[in-house]
């Protein structure tokens, strides 16, 4: 029996930009070993498998990227939202709200589609979480492949979590964002030093960002879980007022412009939440005719 799967494109405002993702809602029992070959097969950056509940808007889900499964990631949460959304059927204009039980964390979606048919998703993230660490700038610059006067001397490296801890690096300008890339030979190992799972380059000034596996290797093109990190960080140091949305850019270094919303929620000494959010636009459905043996 053939298992149908959905192509979205998250953070997009047309089909072949944004972040691509695979969501497979209600596939036959899988275990962990074949999602992790499904995913490696469809070669997105991410896969999401949802299961629904008897309550319609409540659903659980596991989200592998290339490497493995992942407690928390935003893109596929947000393009499976948008997939049950337009599943489901709701009417131009009506919003609906979904609830992801995922492994770290249940999450709470709002979904709303336009004439279009394209679907447009909004994340909370929560409450943020600063990690007390102190990165110094020169040998984080260095892990980067950079000088510490390439850093931004305003603003500080920074550990944030929403669910994935992320090490935020503010760089002077678009110039040094372009020329950012992991270089350290165990940057996991690195990371983990300060508390940290991940990287994230920020250009502050242009509201800007990269994000790569921690092999240096693949380049991601939209980040859904470091850019509530983002939006913490920047309300954190007084680049962002309660309630502000920003446009925070990725993909360009990828040839897939980003465009993802982000907005946070309180005062710099306490960020009470953060939204994350971006249009989804459908590019594709499709149907296995084989599934991977399990292990």
Do not use: K
């Amino acid at each position: 029996m053939a298992t149908g799967y959905h192509h979205v494109d998250v953070f997009s405002d047309r089909p072949f930009t944004g972040n691509s993702l695979a969501v497979f809602v209600d596939p036959p029992p899988l275990g962990e070993s074949q999602m992790a070959r499904l995913t490696q097969e469809l070669r997105h950056f991410e896969t999401i498998f949802v299961r629904t509940t008897d309550a319609p808007d409540v659903v659980h889900a596991r989200v592998f990227d290339l490497m493995g499964e992942l407690d928390f990631a935003g893109h596929p949460v947000l393009g499976a939202a948008a997939v049950l959304h337009e599943r489901a059927g709701v009417a131009y204009g009506e919003e609906r709200n979904w609830s992801f039980a995922l492994g770290a964390r249940n999450v709470d979606v709002t979904t709303r589609g336009d004439t279009a048919g394209q679907v447009s998703a909004l994340l909370d993230q929560g409450r943020p979480e600063l990690l007390p660490s102190t990165a110094p700038r020169g040998p984080v610059a260095a892990a980067l492949g950079l000088t510490a006067a390439d850093l931004d001397d305003t603003l500080p490296p920074e550990v944030i979590s929403t669910g994935l801890r992320y090490l935020v690096v503010p760089v002077r300008d678009a110039d040094v964002l372009a020329r950012a890339r992991i270089t350290h030979p165990d940057f996991e190992g690195f990371l983990g030093g300060y508390g940290a799972q991940y990287v994230y380059v920020l250009d502050a000034g242009a509201v800007e960002g990269r994000h790569w596996n921690n092999d240096g290797v693949l380049e991601d093109v939209a980040t859904g879980s470091a850019a509530g990190c983002v939006a913490a960080y920047l309300m954190r140091h007084g680049r962002a007022r309660d309630g502000q949305e920003l446009s925070l850019a990725q993909g360009r270094f990828t040839g897939r412009p980003s465009r993802i919303a982000i907005t946070a929620y309180g005062t710099p000494d306490v960020v009470e939440r953060v939204t994350v959010g971006g249009g989804v636009s459908m590019v594709a459905t499709g149907a296995l005719r084989a599934l991977p043996e399990a292990s």
